[in-house]
């Protein structure tokens, strides 16, 4: 959920249509590897279950028995060919994890930032970030936070609660949804906001009685503060990138979904360039506005190989349910005066949509209250109906409180809901008190999309939630919130089984970013992506996830994480 021309007769290939490269190749290959005796969840249901496994060049060559696997082991055994062999001794191994939705940059930089994300009190939050702001140079901007005003009771932060303790350092720290953050004076004096400074459309400056800022700014005017923030360097955002790639395999976490910018399509590019297989592969997505550029991007140089991938662009409808801006028809329970807000008007996103999908792209789009969801999927069902019937899997990122009657929509129309589970067991801690008992029925609607037909998709939002797959199928297995307060799991009716869930973050999650055909299940020649988990998840209770542990995560045929005892199964 955080923030980040006219339509041209000219048709590309859509990098939808457009086959995953696969690795070649000899030189620089992995050494052939078989896993026996594991508990192997493929995904592919013609051959849902099996034992063993067997890679070689990235790619997987053989599934099936122990029997079948350890026969190639042997006929390979004291050649050049010879398999690396891994007993799995019962441990689950399902496809590498596909994350769906983050801010993968972002997350590499909140992971050496100020951590504000349990800070439960005002007092706490000023007093890490003064303790931060110790470790830095005076005029070095602190960023990240990740912070949660619900953990206090609910009351904004301000300005004065960190001025005194920061008075030479910028501070501008978000709230976990990335929908608001708060500035300290410094900051403000950097961006040239004051009481003078104009309200912006589609956000919000939020002021005293008497029109000084308060430091929190919302949706569109965060802009006015991010445009003073100076960029990181180079190298700074490449240790970044490393960073998160490192946090996402020791999660089981292989493919990522990134709703970023050409800035962040640069970096992977770059990292990817210096580091000839990355941990993690990524999809990257760009925004809706600037469709041409990806056009032409795509025609000059194609969509990219099998580490980073370009042909999706994102936009936005709305703000967030924490930040009080997601657009709804009613206005919020707590907020009477208040319906939300429009960060993009319907007649942009109808033009950029339709321009887009035209030359053979995907659009995705942010839309949480029921409001934006009916928008964006009025959009969506009249540019297929005025560009004619083609395989777009338009996407609705987030789809968290849709109507009763626009979940039928989703399926009718081939639009894939893309959500991310955590947050259901996070804001379920408070949403009914901000949109009411009634409307909450139909909040995170994982069950209901899928039985009336829609292709549900998971990720993380990180770093808005943890990159965490376990966690995130556990949200949606129980729906029990963070805070113990549901044991049965909010609003129950909604939660769906562990392998439901699985799909949602394997073959399902591929099929999102048209790669099905490369990755998301274990099938002989798809991509060697995959987890060893120490015990089956559809076995063990899903109120014991969170002990499950994440043994091995391999990328492309080769270990990319692996813990303390892993080598003692190795034969």
Not at 405 to 425: C, E, G, N, T
Not at 441 to 449: G, I, K, L, N
Request: negative net charge; hydrophobic residues 40%.
């Amino acid at each position: 959920m955080i923030v980040a021309s006219l339509m041209m007769m000219t048709t590309i290939a859509s990098c939808a249509e457009t086959p995953l490269p696969l690795p070649d190749t000899e030189s620089g290959s992995p050494p052939p590897m078989a896993v026996v005796n594991a508990r192997i969840w493929t995904g592919d249901t013609s051959l849902p279950r099996a034992e063993a496994l067997a890679t070689r060049s990235g790619r997987v060559t053989a599934i099936g028995s122990n029997t079948e696997i350890e026969s190639l082991i042997a006929a390979a055994a004291n050649s050049e060919d010879a398999y690396e062999v891994v007993d799995a001794g019962g441990a689950m191994l399902v496809p590498g994890f596909i994350d769906s939705h983050t801010h993968f940059i972002f997350g590499g930089f909140n992971l050496s930032s100020v951590q504000l994300r349990d800070a439960a009190s005002p007092q706490e939050f000023a007093r890490r970030i003064a303790a931060f702001a110790q470790t830095m140079a005076p005029d070095t901007w602190i960023l990240g936070g990740d912070w949660d005003h619900e953990l206090w009771g609910g009351a904004l932060p301000h300005r004065d609660w960190i001025d005194v303790l920061t008075p030479d350092t910028p501070v501008w720290v978000s709230r976990l949804d990335g929908h608001m953050g708060v500035a300290n004076s410094a900051a403000l004096a950097a961006a040239g906001i004051d009481r003078n400074t104009p309200d912006v459309d589609g956000g919000t400056i939020v002021r005293h009685y008497d029109g000084e800022p308060t430091g929190v700014l919302k949706d569109n005017a965060m802009a006015l503060i991010e445009a003073a923030i100076p960029s990181p360097p180079p190298e700074l955002t490449d240790r970044a990138v490393g960073a998160a790639m490192r946090h996402a395999v020791e999660r089981g976490v292989t493919s990522v979904h990134d709703m970023g910018t050409w800035s962040d399509l640069e970096a992977f590019r770059r990292y990817a360039r210096n580091n000839p297989e990355p941990d993690t592969r990524i999809h990257s997505c760009v925004p809706l506005p600037t469709w041409e550029r990806l056009r032409d991007e795509i025609a000059a140089n194609g969509s990219g190989d099998e580490w980073v991938r370009i042909g999706c662009l994102k936009a936005m409808v709305d703000g967030s349910l924490g930040s009080h801006t997601a657009a709804f028809f009613e206005p919020f329970t707590d907020a009477p005066e208040n319906t939300g807000l429009l960060v993009n008007s319907p007649a942009d996103l109808l033009e950029w949509t339709a321009a887009a999908d035209a030359v053979g792209l995907q659009v995705n789009v942010h839309a949480i209250g029921d409001r934006a969801i009916d928008t964006q999927l009025s959009i969506f069902e009249r540019v297929a109906l005025d560009n004619g019937e083609r395989d777009r899997r338009f996407r609705i990122e987030h789809a968290q409180h849709p109507r009763a009657d626009d979940i039928a929509r989703f399926a009718r129309l081939s639009v894939i809901p893309s959500m991310q589970p955590y947050h259901a067991i996070d804001d379920g801690r408070w949403a009914e008190r901000v949109i009411g008992r009634e409307r909450v029925r139909t909040s995170y609607a994982f069950r209901t999309m899928l039985d009336v037909g829609a292709r549900l998709v998971f990720g993380s939002d990180w770093s808005v939630a943890p990159l965490d797959p376990i966690q995130g199928i556990y949200a949606a297995t129980t729906r029990r919130t963070i805070d113990g307060a549901n044991p049965d799991g909010w609003v129950p009716e909604q939660r769906i089984g562990v392998e439901e869930a699985l799909r949602a973050y394997t073959i399902d999650a591929a099929y999102a970013a048209f790669e099905e055909g490369t990755k998301g299940s274990l099938e002989t020649g798809k991509v060697a992506d995959f987890v060893i988990l120490d015990r089956d998840l559809t076995v063990v209770e899903p109120t014991e996830f969170g002990d499950v542990r994440v043994l091995a995560t391999i990328v492309g045929g080769k270990i990319r994480f692996a813990d303390a005892d892993w080598t003692s199964r190795r034969r």
